[in-house]
């Protein structure tokens, strides 16, 4: 399908996972509309992380024959895979105000969830350029990236609620970081959240991006011998 299914992937994925579980979870037909709200909103964030992170850090090995051939800001495809991801990201969060906008009441804070989107990209820019180095030092980190990233979908509350986290396990997963951006992103519909939590990922994403550039351009003649 192409790059159609990219477009698609998160409407029908969510659709697979609501007539799964609407059920199991005791979904009323009266709360149907807001469960699925829910979970499209956790896949569409699920899906950028690990597109964003596997496409990343994949990004300076898929351009080897450029770099080689022509000189470029060492910087150039990580970003420019960054921003295309990013973009498809957009076309999730759509999806998710159109079907906002059906619900009876609905809200929706443009600056929270500017700085969501924003702190979320740049954070997962800067965890793939980390990657981007260690893969080419252990390749084999690429054959269990994709299982690592798929096991998210189940740890993190994408379709399920954080409450039935027996207090055990969630003190284990509350120290997942993409536990906050998840929560973050759907913060940003409620009128009752706080913005404090989107600002501290803000600066969290912005940090990690300048660090993992940093380390990117430290170890570019290495990179560039290796490939």
């Known amino acids: 399908m192409g790059s159609s299914w990219i477009f698609l992937s998160p409407l029908l994925t969510s659709l697979v996972m609501i007539t799964a579980f609407y059920g199991i979870f005791g979904i009323s037909e009266e709360s149907l509309l807001s469960y699925s709200f829910y979970v499209l909103s956790g896949v569409t964030i699920i899906q950028f992380i690990n597109s964003m ?22 910087l150039t495809f990580p970003i420019a895979v960054s921003l295309v991801q990013l973009v498809y990201f957009t076309v999730g969060i759509l999806y998710c105000l159109i079907l906002l906008i059906l619900q009876p009441k609905w809200y929706v804070n443009p600056f929270h969830l500017t700085l969501s989107v924003l702190g979320l990209a740049l954070f997962l820019a800067g965890v793939g350029m980390f990657l981007i ?34 207090p ?19 913060d940003s519909f409620s009128q009752t959240s706080s913005i404090d939590l989107a600002l501290v990922l803000f600066a969290s994403g912005l940090v990690t991006s300048v660090f993992g550039s940093l380390f990117l351009i430290r170890n570019r003649r290495s990179i560039l011998k290796s490939i």
Not at 53 to 68: D, T
């Open 53 to 74: 992170l596997i496409n990343v850090s994949a990004s300076v090995l898929n351009a080897k024959g450029i770099y080689s051939k022509i000189k470029v800001p060492f």
């Open 168 to 186: 055990e396990v969630k003190q284990v997963l509350i120290w997942n970081p993409f536990l906050y951006f998840i929560r973050a992103f759907r």
């Open 133 to 166: 180095v260690f893969l080419i030092r252990f390749p084999d980190i690429g054959t269990f990236l994709p299982i690592v990233l798929q096991a998210l979908t189940y740890i993190l509350p994408v379709f399920y609620p954080e409450s039935i986290w027996p």
